[in-house]
């Protein structure tokens, strides 16, 4: 299993921006993709963005259409989200995770970061 890092979250004011890292530990597969999921207390953890690792085709939730962009370093290993725009919908814990499909559902997603928390104050 692939092991996963977020960081880059933080406590930023509406209207602000933030910055995402995902670091994994050995290559990951051209043949998969790197996801973003947020998720906040009581609530299911929802798909956020994603990007497959060799084509760098991308896929986003339309709540964050036009504010974040996925991208992502092959030589690094290393995945991206920058969120702008934000607002305090956007506050949640956000996670990366990789798999060799691209898909919305969080269960068919097998290997996952530990989780950066994102806060935006009004």
């Known amino acids: 299993q692939v092991q996963l890092a977020e960081s880059g979250g933080g406590l930023v004011q509406t209207g602000g921006s933030l910055r995402l890292s995902c670091v994994a530990s050995?290559?990951?597969?051209?043949?998969?993709?790197m996801g973003w999921f947020r998720r906040v207390p009581g609530k299911e953890r929802e798909f956020v963005a994603a990007?497959?690792?060799?084509?760098?085709?991308?896929t986003y939730a339309h709540s964050v259409k036009g504010r974040f962009a996925v991208s992502r370093d092959n030589a690094k290993n290393t995945g991206y989200l920058q969120m702008n725009s934000l607002n305090p919908e956007d506050t949640a814990v956000y996670y990366c995770?990789?798999?060799?499909?691209?898909?919305?559902?969080?269960?068919?997603?097998?290997?996952w970061g530990q989780g950066t928390q994102v806060t935006v104050s009004s």
């Open positions: 050995g290559s990951i597969s051209s043949n998969y993709g």
């Open positions: 995770a990789v798999a060799p499909r691209i898909t919305a559902s969080p269960n068919e997603w097998s290997s």
């Open positions: 990007i497959t690792w060799g084509f760098g085709s991308t």
